[in-house]
Nanobody
C-alpha cells in the first residue's frame, strides 16, 4: 500500500513560481509511475504531468512549458516546479502513483494511489 502526502500549496500573485512536493511512503518498485493532477472550478481531474522511475516525463497541454516534474527515488519524493502562474491555474493539486511498466502518462485511469491534495490559489 502506498500513501501520498502533498505540500507546498499557497496563495500567490500571477506570474510567480511555486514548487509542490509529494512524499510517498510504502513499497514502490521501479514500475511505479508518479504524476500530478489538478481539480479546477471547471474540471474534476485534469492531468498536469507524469514521470517514470528513470526520469522520463510526459506533460499535458494545460501547463506544458510552465511546469517541470521531477522525482527523487531515494527519498520517495515527487516534485512539481510551476512557473509563470496564472489565475486559471488556481486548483487543488494532487499527487498520484500507479504501476505501469512503461510510458508514464498523466491519465487518471493509470493511477490507483492518490494524495489528499494541496491548494494553489493565483490572483
Amino acid at each position: 500500500h502506498v500513501q501520498l502526502v502533498e505540500s507546498g500549496g499557497a496563495s500567490m500573485q500571477a506570474g510567480g513560481s511555486l514548487r509542490l512536493t509529494c512524499k510517498a511512503s510504502g513499497q514502490m518498485s521501479s514500475d511505479y509511475c508518479m504524476a500530478w493532477f489538478r481539480r479546477t472550478s471547471t474540471k474534476e481531474r485534469e492531468g498536469v504531468a507524469a514521470i517514470g522511475y528513470g526520469g522520463l516525463s510526459n506533460y499535458a497541454d494545460p501547463m506544458k512549458g510552465r511546469v517541470t516534474i521531477s522525482r527523487d527515488n531515494a527519498k520517495n519524493t515527487l516534485y512539481l516546479q510551476m512557473n509563470s502562474l496564472k489565475p486559471e491555474d488556481t486548483a487543488t493539486y494532487y499527487c498520484a502513483a500507479g504501476v505501469r511498466p512503461m510510458d508514464c502518462r498523466p491519465f487518471a485511469s493509470d493511477y490507483n494511489y492518490w494524495g489528499q491534495g494541496t491548494q494553489v490559489t493565483v490572483s
